[in-house]
């Protein structure tokens, strides 16, 4: 079989002949397989994607029609005929090649570049344009009672508002842990946080020039306050004994274990 169609086959032996008609359909797509299957590719990189299309029995399927889409074009593109992909912003996207109904999907990481912030220790940022955004990261270990995250100008009457948003995880589409987006100066905390990497972002809802500085603090689990339950022992007579539970919490409320009490 060369192509698609009918054809008469004809045998001739000693004048006479016989015939036979021959009827090629075409061989459909059963499957599509994408590689690679997993990527992770930096902003502004590229990566070529190829799709193969297989019949019923995992043969490869030649000359067959591909179409291309991303789940996620914010984050990663891809050319809708050719399977490149482009890295836009950090985030993951699913990229799809459908070839006569059949499909096969590439997942596709964008990592976050963030610039690494030292506890309690301010760092300047650079301006930004309306819509930037910047990446930083925080590393702590455990034992922590809060982690806060603030943005403030250098001096009184700096213009700018940048929003600060914190996650857990390098991914900037993931719910925040703690946010703020008030006019000016911001800053949220997470409470009791676990050992690991918290990651930030500012973004800018005005334009603002140089004279903005991020600040990470991780406060440790130190005593504020001691409750003693029950608050209140009334009508004890003498030689009575009642017994009263006493917690250590710290600023924020939590209660802190192992203290000499």
């Known amino acids: 079989a060369v192509a698609v169609g009918a054809s008469t086959i004809t045998a001739t032996s000693e004048g006479k002949t016989g015939t036979a008609v021959v009827t090629v359909s075409s061989v459909t797509v059963s499957s599509v397989t994408v590689t690679p299957a997993t990527a992770s ?30 789940s996620n074009p914010a984050v990663a593109t891809v050319g809708s005929d050719n399977g490149v992909v482009t890295a836009v912003a950090a985030g993951s996207a699913t990229i799809t090649a459908t070839s006569e109904g059949k499909s096969g999907t590439a997942a596709i990481t964008v990592p976050l570049v963030a610039t690494a912030l030292g506890n309690d220790t301010a760092l300047a940022m650079t301006a930004m344009a309306v819509g930037g955004d910047a990446f930083y990261s925080i590393s702590i270990a455990a034992g ?20 600060i948003q914190v996650r857990s995880a390098p991914n900037p589409q993931l719910s ?36 903005w500085r991020v600040l990470a603090s991780a406060f440790p689990l130190a005593v504020d306050r001691v409750d003693v339950s029950p608050g209140v022992v009334q009508a004890l007579g003498a030689g009575g004994m009642r017994a009263l539970t006493a917690t250590p919490r710290s600023t924020s409320g939590y209660a802190v274990a192992n203290r000499v009490i």
């Open 144 to 163: 922590k009672d809060s982690l806060r995250v603030s943005v403030f100008p250098d001096s009184v009457g700096r213009a700018g508002n940048p929003d």
């Open 176 to 211: 925040p842990l703690c946010a703020a987006s008030t006019a000016g100066a911001d800053a949220c905390a997470v409470r009791s946080p676990a050992a690991g990497v918290y990651y930030i972002t500012v973004h800018a809802s005005t334009a603002f020039a140089g004279g």
């Open 41 to 70: 590719v930096s902003i502004g990189q590229t990566l070529q994607l190829t799709a193969t299309p297989k019949d019923a029995g995992a043969n490869v399927l030649a000359g067959r029609a591909i179409a291309w889409t991303s």
